[in-house]
């Protein structure tokens, strides 16, 4: 089983940056797949970025490409989610998963963090 715990939400002004983190245990961590998600009020999880368990690939939705970079670090057993040019739309709940085999699909992930809250003003 693998736990993930995220940190890092808060409330930033239009413009600025974040870096959500997300700690893993209880599982060999280089071999998962892991992704960020959102999740807005009355709104479905929605894919953010993902990274394989390689490290050789990463994908993110259009709506935070070129702004927003997905990380690992093996040795801290952690994913990182550098957010920057935020914007008020960005505002959601933000979660980690990890899986053996993982994707831009929410179903495809069986172990989630409990999520952490980004707000974004204008």
């Known amino acids: 089983q693998v736990q993930l715990v995220e940190s890092g939400g808060g409330l930033v002004q239009a413009g600025g940056s974040l870096r959500l983190s997300c700690a893993a245990s209880?599982?060999?961590?280089?071999?998962?797949?892991l992704a960020w998600f959102r999740q807005a009020p009355g709104t479905e999880r929605d894919f953010v970025a993902f990274?394989?368990?390689?490290?050789?690939?990463?994908y993110y939705a259009d709506s935070v490409k070129g702004r927003f970079t997905i990380s690992r670090d093996i040795a801290k057993s952690t994913v990182y989610l550098q957010m920057n040019s935020l914007k008020p739309e960005d505002t959601a709940v933000y979660y980690c998963?990890?899986?053996?085999?993982?994707?831009?699909?929410?179903?495809?992930?069986?172990?989630w963090g409990q999520g952490t809250q980004v707000t974004v003003s204008s």
């Open positions: 990274i394989r368990w390689s490290g050789h690939n990463t």
């Open positions: 998963a990890a899986d053996l085999v993982g994707g831009t699909w929410a179903n495809r992930y069986n172990y």
């Open positions: 209880g599982g060999t961590f280089s071999r998962y797949d």
